[in-house]
Each structure stands twice: as structure tokens, then as C-alpha cells.
């Protein structure tokens, strides 16, 4: 039942002479669950309707399954690609209770009326609002409204479910909540599933594959893993979050040591030199750019023997199971979201430890901010390692970090032997 899409090239120019999408590609497996990642006005919406065929194509071809659904001379209309959607806004009948809205997903599928309401109701206690079956929209939450929405989409059994950012008028509370049933209803479906969002915690959470667009062009593609660990360009490392930058200048690249490098961080006056490892080629002497994940920062000692920055506290922000830190480095570079079991307090100064699998260096240095940074192809792409610390400062009042569960800070903890906190 599960649909392939292949996706082709895809353009599509809006009259008013802007490209919304550059020469997609991209394919998804029967049965997946892609998200696509952007930022607003990076051309989500729009391949999502000429998914649906919602808008017609300027270029390129779209094929749902064996049918080619789009190309330069076809256009099916929506009713005939085999799909169901999720919006934003939940777009629910007013005129019609929850049942009615549900059960006309089903009139397409010529089934009987009483027959057609029954299956509605099954499928409206299936995410849980079979004792609101006859409430009007008008009547619902905005969560229940997005579960009706939701039994709609399903209960028409395509073999491809569309979702628009539907979670994003939802509160926190209830947004995770949301998450996890999308999740687990979409994939018992058995459908294949693209999913827009502009939230990269809710992405990862969710995808099987995630696809980051950037002004109308699919920049990366791949496990959420993948393009956490390995960020193909600036654009892409900033979306999917950062804990801060630091321009740098590269100090010295041993041939033979495998792609490693120092790295030495411009403003000098309150850092220490920074030993690290690239991938990739970058130019002596050069300036560049060091992106850095809150998954690759700890907390140190001042005074201990390893490399590390030093900055100071100028926020601490308890998060139930520790604390997040905002670090100045002198120079005004902010780091932040520095997770640490240990509060230290505002005004304090503190190192900072930065690990090897979430450090990546891209060439570039202090002028190229975050609009302005172009467009860097793989072959710039460098993954930094910081020199490993020849063991502890026994000195330091150090003590085992027993490492991070929540999402942004997943990924980091294979490589990291020791996590020391203040
Ligand atoms: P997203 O969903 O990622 O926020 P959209 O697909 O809505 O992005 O928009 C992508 C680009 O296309 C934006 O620059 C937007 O202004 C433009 N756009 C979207 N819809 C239309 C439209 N109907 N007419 C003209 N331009 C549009
Ligand atoms: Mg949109």
C-alpha cells in the first residue's frame, strides 16, 4: 500500500517570477517517514502542494508509486494521487461533527454511509476521541481538532500521508504529545509519510530521513544521525543547532597526521591555543570557522593541563535533570546551551572542553555571518577533533557527567571517555 516518490528535479517558479524550489530530487523508500526541514519560506509548503498536486510543477517530474503524477505536460489533479493531508490549521468542515469530517475521507472510496460512520468512529478512538465523535470542530481543543485531522488523514488509508507543520499551533505540552501519536498512528499505517517542520528537535525526533532545504534547494539529505554528526555546510549546522561560532585562524597542518590541524581562536586574549583535527583541506594560516554543537562543549577547570577555552558565566538556566550554561569568551563570543549536571553561577569563570564529534570547522572566518556565509560544497567539509587530553588534571574538583538524554545533546557520548563538570 505504501507509496515510493521520486521526486525529479523539481521546479517550481511562482508568477510573481521567484523560484520557491530549485531542481529537487530526492526519492523516498514505501513506507518511510521524511521530514523536511527549513526555515520559513524555504519552499516546504510549496513542494508539499505540488506533492498533492495542489500546484502545478514548472519543471522536473513527480512520481507517486509506479504513476508519474507531474511532469512537464501531465498534471492528476489531488483527488486522483492517492494522498492525505495534515495542515497547519487543521482545515476540519465547521458544518460537520468529527465523525462527519472523518467519515467523509471515505466517500471517495464509495463505501455506505452508516458503513462510512462507523469506520470514522473506530478510527476517531483510535487517537482517542471516540466519546467526542459528535462534537463540531468549533467544540474541540485545538489538539482534539488535530486529531480529528489526523483520523482523517488515516482512515482514507492512501498510500501517502502529507503533513504540513501540524503541530505548530499546538502548545508545548501538548506538541509532544501530538509528536509521539503522529508517529506511531502514520507508522502502524503503514503510509509513506513527508512531514514538514521548521522545528529541527521535532524533525529529528520523527524522521526516519530528514532533508534540509535552504531557499528552494535540498542541501543535505540523510539519517538524523548523519546530518547531526556531519553537517554539510554552515546553513545546515545552524538549523540543526549550535551551541555558538568561533572564527578561527588554522595554525599548522601536519601532512601526515590525517587531516589534523590547530586551530588557534582569533581573539587571543582570553583563549588558549585550540589543538584540533580536520578533515578536509584548508590553507595554512587561513581563517575559518568553528561550529560548534551543545553536544561537543563541557564544562572544565580553569587550570587544568587540557586544552580548553575560558570564558564566563553570564546565564545559567536550570533544566530538571541539569543546567544549561551561557558562556562569554572575551572577544564577545557567546556559547550556549553548555549542559552541565553542576550549576555554576553567573559571574564565575569556567573552561570550556570542546569534543571531537560535534566541532566542525568550514572555511570562512569572522565575516562570514550567519546570512552571508555562501554556500560550501562537501569538499569543505571538515570534521574537528580536539587533541585528546593526555587524562585528567587531577587537581580539578572534576566529576563524571553522566552524559545528556535530551535530543540536542544526543550522538556525542561514544567518543567522549570522560565529561567533567565543575
Ligand atoms: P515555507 O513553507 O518553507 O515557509 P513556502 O513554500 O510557503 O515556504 O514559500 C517559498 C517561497 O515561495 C517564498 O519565497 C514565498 O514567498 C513564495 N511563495 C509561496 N507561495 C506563493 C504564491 N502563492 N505566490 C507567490 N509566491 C509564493
Ligand atoms: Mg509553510
Request: proline residues 6%.
Amino acid at each position: 500500500m505504501a507509496e515510493r516518490i521520486t521526486i525529479e528535479r523539481l521546479v517550481k517558479n511562482y508568477t510573481s517570477g521567484s523560484r520557491a524550489l530549485d531542481e529537487v530530487s530526492l526519492e523516498v523508500e514505501p513506507g518511510a517517514f521524511l521530514v523536511l526541514l527549513g526555515p520559513s519560506g524555504s519552499g516546504k509548503t510549496t513542494l508539499l502542494r505540488c506533492l498533492a498536486g495542489i500546484e502545478r510543477i514548472t519543471a522536473g517530474r513527480i512520481d507517486i508509486g509506479e504513476a508519474t503524477v507531474a511532469d512537464g505536460s501531465a498534471h492528476l489533479p489531488p483527488e486522483r494521487r492517492d494522498l492525505s493531508m495534515v495542515f497547519q490549521d487543521y482545515a476540519l468542515w465547521p458544518h460537520l461533527s468529527a465523525r462527519d469530517n472523518v467519515a467523509f475521507a471515505l466517500k471517495r472510496r464509495k463505501i455506505a454511509r452508516p458503513e462510512a460512520r462507523k469506520i470514522a468512529e473506530t478510527m476517531l478512538e483510535r487517537v482517542g476521541l471516540g466519546r467526542l465523535a459528535s462534537r463540531y470542530p468549533t467544540e474541540l481543543s485545538g489538539g482534539e481538532q488535530q486529531r480529528v485531522a489526523l483520523a482523517r488523514a488515516l482512515v482514507a488509508d492512501t498510500g501517502l500521508v502529507l503533513c504540513d507543520e501540524p503541530l505548530s499551533n499546538l502548545d508545548a505540552d501538548l506538541r509532544e504529545r501530538m509528536r509521539i501519536e503522529i508517529s506511531s498512528l502514520v507508522r502502524q499505517a503503514g503510509a509513506t509519510t513527508i512531514y514538514i517542520t521548521h522545528d529541527q528537535a521535532e524533525a529529528f525526533a520523527l524522521a526516519d530521513r530528514v532533508g534540509v532545504l535552504e531557499k528552494g534547494r535540498l542541501v543535505q539529505l540523510g539519517a538524523p544521525e548523519d546530518v547531526y554528526a556531519r553537517p554539510q555546510s554552515p546553513f545546515v549546522a545552524r538549523f540543526t543547532g549550535l551551541a555558538g561560532e568561533l572564527a578561527v585562524r588554522v595554525r599548522a597542518l601536519p601532512a601526515s597526521a590525517g587531516g589534523r590541524v590547530e586551530v588557534e581562536p582569533m581573539t587571543r586574549s582570553s583563549v588558549r591555543m585550540v589543538h584540533a583535527h580536520l578533515g578536509a583541506d584548508l590553507a595554512h594560516e587561513h581563517e575559518a570557522l568553528l561550529l560548534i554543537r551543545p553536544t561537543a562543549v563541557r564544562l572544565c577547570a580553569t587550570d587544568g593541563d587540557e586544552h580548553h577555552l575560558v570564558g564566563m558565566v553570564t546565564d545559567v538556566a536550570f533544566r530538571g535533570r541539569g543546567y544549561e550554561h551561557a558562556v562569554a569568551l572575551d572577544g564577545g563570543t557567546q556559547i550556549s546551551g553548555v549542559y552541565s549536571e553542576w550549576r555554576v553561577g553567573r559571574g564565575e569563570p569556567v573552561g570550556l572542553r570542546l569534543e571531537a564529534s560535534g566541532c566542525h570547522v568550514f572555511p570562512g572566518g569572522a565575516a562570514a555571518g550567519a546570512e552571508a556565509a555562501p554556500p560550501e560544497g562537501p569538499a569543505a567539509i571538515a570534521g574537528v577533533v580536539l587533541e585528546p587530553a593526555a587524562g585528567r588534571d587531577g587537581a580539578s574538583p572534576g566529576r563524571a557527567d553522566p552524559g545528556p538524554a535530551d535530543p540536542d545533546r544526543r550522538g556525542s557520548t561514544a567518543e567522549v571517555p570522560a565529561e567533567v563538570g565543575l
